[in-house]
C-alpha cells in the first residue's frame, strides 16, 4: 500500500515538472521570422518575427544574440509627425497570452556588423533569451528585394 | 387618464427632434473627397533651391538633374535599418507598378519619372557605399549625397528634417532620425506634393498618376522656367542655363 502511494507520488511529481518544463520552453513560439535580403555593403540589417507567449506570465526577451553578427539591439521605429526616430530597448515585454509583432515601422531587431550579409533564401541563426532563462534557438529567413516589378508588399 | 395626458407633449418632442435632425441632416457640408488619399498636394508649389551634390558614379548632381522629370525624392542614410530599407522597397515597387502598366514616361508630353535618394550621412555614405546600396533596389534610382551645408540648404526651404541621435553602439556611433515622406517634385523642380508614412505603395501609384494628369501640363507647356530659389553667386550659372 505504501509503496503504491509512492509510486503516484512520483508520477504526479513526474508529469508537473515535466508540464514546468513545457511552460518554460514550448509556451513561448515565434512565427514568420524575415529579414529583407540586404545590401552586400550593409552594416545594420533589421530583423522581423512575431513572438507568441501563449503562458500565463507575462515574459521579457532581455538579450537576443547570433553568431553571424557582431551585437543585436532591440529597438523601436517611432513616429514623431513625419519623423521616423530609432529607439533603443532594454527588453521587450509578451504580456501573458498574447503575441508582439516586430515588423518594419515598429519594434524590430537591430542586427549589427553582419560577418556576411546573407542572400535570399538564406537562413541565419538567433537565440533570443527570455528573463525566465530560458533561451530560444530561431531561424530568421531572408526574403528578396522584388527588382523592378509588382511585388508583395511586406505590411 | 394619465398616459393620455403625456402622448401629446411626447409626439410634440419627437416630431421636433425629426424636423430638427433632418434640417441639420439638409445644412450639413458635404464632406470633401479626398482626391489623393496618400498624398498632401501644395496649392502653390514650392520651388527647390539650387543645390551642387555628388550621385552614386561620382557625378554632379543639381536641380537640374529634376528638369522635365517627374522625382520621387526621399531623405535616408544607408545605415539605417529599417524604415529606409523598406521605404526602397515601396518606392522600388511604385516604380515597378509604373513600368507594369507601361507609364513610367507620361505619353502627352513625354515627361518620365526618376527616384531620387538623398543621404544626409555624407560622413559615412561614400560613393562607392551608395552605389552598392542603391543598385540592390532599383538600378535606376539615383542616390546622392553632399557636404552638410548643402544638404541643409536643401532641406530646410522644403520642410525635410534630420538630426544625428548617438547610438549604444560603439562602432556605428549615432543614428539619424530623419523626415520618412516621399516628396514629389514636379517638372519644373518644385515641390509639388509629399506623400506621408505609413506608405501604401499602390496607392502612392494611382494618387500620383493622378497628380501627374493634372499638373504635368502646366509644367510643359507654359512660359514657367524652370526656377528655383537663387542663392548668392548662382545667378549667372542660372542665366546661362536659361539662355540654353
Ligand atoms: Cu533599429
Redesign the interface.
Known sequence: MKSEYRHLTLAVLSVILCLSNVSAEDLILVHEAWMLEAPTNARVIAGYMTIENKSSRSRRLIGVSGQDFERIEIHQTEMQGDIMRMVPMEELEIPAGSAVSLEPGSYHLMLISPRSVPKEGEAVNLELQFDSGYTMHIKLIVRAVHRGKTMKHFH | MKTVRYVFPVLALLILGIWIGTSLKNNDIPAPIDEYPSATVLNVPVPLPSFSLTDHNGIEFTQWGLSRKWTFMFFGY??????C??A???L??I???L??KGDLVEEKFGVGTQVVFISVDPGRDTVN?LK??I?????NFIAATGKPDVIDSLTRPIGV??RL?P???P??NY?I?????FLLIDPLGRLRAYF???HK??QIAEDFRKLRNKYTEECCRTSIRFNYIKLGDDEEEEEKNNEK
Open positions: 544607408t545605415f539605417c535599418p529599417d524604415v530599407p523598406m526602397l522597397v515601396d522600388n515597387y516604380y515597378g507598378n513600368i507594369e557605399n552598392e546600396y543598385a540592390h533596389f532599383n538600378e528634417a534630420y541621435v547610438g549604444k553602439d562602432e556605428n543614428y532620425d530623419h523626415s520618412a515622406s506621408s508614412p505609413p505603395p499602390a
